[in-house]
């Protein structure tokens, strides 16, 4: 499975980004996808993750209620629904896969390449 991570950009604060992770390979529609971030200086950190089918997904306290992750496993594309940005979200974004089980923020096998957005104060 071979990933990657479009839709960044440069916003204000309080603007809305779509980004989409989009997928080859067989097998990506079995998978969760998370999404994590890494800000300049800073570690991985986890965002939100979504089921294989949608039913289910959990977010970080940080972006809890503001982002969102919908899929369409007819197109092999993840989206992270960004609103509400603030200064703080400024980072590069990263879409990973993996096989569905209850830790969210770790054991995945697949990564993409990421995609910087910048949020402007």
């Known amino acids: 499975v071979q990933l990657r991570a479009s839709g960044g950009g440069l916003v204000q604060a309080g603007d809305s980004l779509r980004l989409a992770c989009a997928a080859s390979?067989?097998?990506?529609?079995?998978?969760?996808t998370g999404w994590f971030r890494q800000a300049p200086g800073k570690g991985r950190e986890f965002v939100g993750v979504?089921?294989?089918?949608?039913?289910?997904?959990y977010y970080a306290d940080a972006v809890k209620g503001r982002f969102s992750i919908s899929r369409d496993n007819a197109k092999n594309l993840v989206y992270l629904e960004m609103n509400n940005l603030k200064p703080e979200d400024t980072a590069v974004y990263y879409c990973?896969?993996?096989?569905?089980?209850?830790?969210?923020?770790?054991?995945?096998?697949?990564w993409g390449q990421g995609t910087q957005v910048t949020v402007s104060s």
């Open positions: 390979g067989r097998g990506f529609n079995g998978y969760a």
């Open positions: 990973a896969a993996k096989n569905w089980d209850r830790n969210y923020a770790a054991g995945y096998r697949y």
């Open positions: 979504i089921s294989w089918n949608a039913i289910y997904s």
